[in-house]
């Protein structure tokens, strides 16, 4: 691969990156909560860590891979389970978070720090593991491989992938920021978390639905 094989095969990645991040997905709903909950520093692990899952099946999609994984099925249900099981165990500690911040107000007492901004590599394996399972995700990035790049040879798809990974960085990174500058009292901050709670929930059940 040349200079300008090089080149292209990163700005491919780099459009990819954040065109696919675009769409509501777990991910994008993680990390608008986390910041609506004023998580900062851990919405900002999450946009690491999606990136990086995103990562790993951009490779696994452009080097062939991720095509014969997808079609095995009792892989695919294996992933869309733990996929499943993931989501619903984080809305679970979110939730029970959320609960215990809105005693300690009601009580007028500091709410519990520990939780109240999780460290950054909390919210990137969380990320991470919020996005690495989920089948769905990587039939998409084979779906987008065979249409836009087919016959990537090992080096392309990792120059590709590497650059998805850039892209997705860059556009979870400029959705937190844009959260953010939303004012404290904004109406959407309260119904924010239920919301959040729903679609999470919803699309876990509907992963696991397709892949039975």
Do not use: C, K
Request: avoid cysteine.
């Amino acid at each position: 691969m040349n200079g300008l094989g090089a080149l292209r095969a990163a700005g491919l990645g780099l459009g990819l990156g954040v065109v696919t991040g675009m769409p509501i997905a777990v991910i994008n709903v993680a990390i608008v909560d986390a910041v609506t909950a004023g998580r900062r520093r851990f919405a900002a692990g999450l946009a690491l860590g999606g990136a990086a899952a995103d990562t790993i099946h951009a490779l696994l999609a452009f080097a062939g891979i991720g095509r014969v994984m997808i079609a095995d099925p009792a892989l695919v249900r294996g992933l869309a389970i733990a996929a499943a099981a993931t989501i619903v165990g984080y809305v679970g500690v979110t939730w029970r978070r959320r609960a215990r911040t809105l005693d300690a107000r009601v009580a007028r007492q500091p709410p519990p720090q520990p939780d109240h901004d999780a460290p950054p590599v909390r919210g990137l394996a969380t990320g991470f593991l919020l996005t690495l399972p989920n089948p769905g995700a990587l039939a998409a990035w084979v779906a987008v491989a065979a249409a836009v790049w087919p016959d990537a040879a090992p080096l392309e798809a990792a120059v590709i992938a590497g650059a998805v990974g850039a892209g997705s960085a860059l556009w979870f990174t400029l959705l937190a920021r844009w959260i953010g500058r939303v004012r404290r009292d904004h109406p959407v901050l309260s119904w924010a978390p239920r919301a959040a709670a729903i679609v999470l929930v919803a699309v876990a059940a509907a992963g696991v639905v397709r892949a039975l």
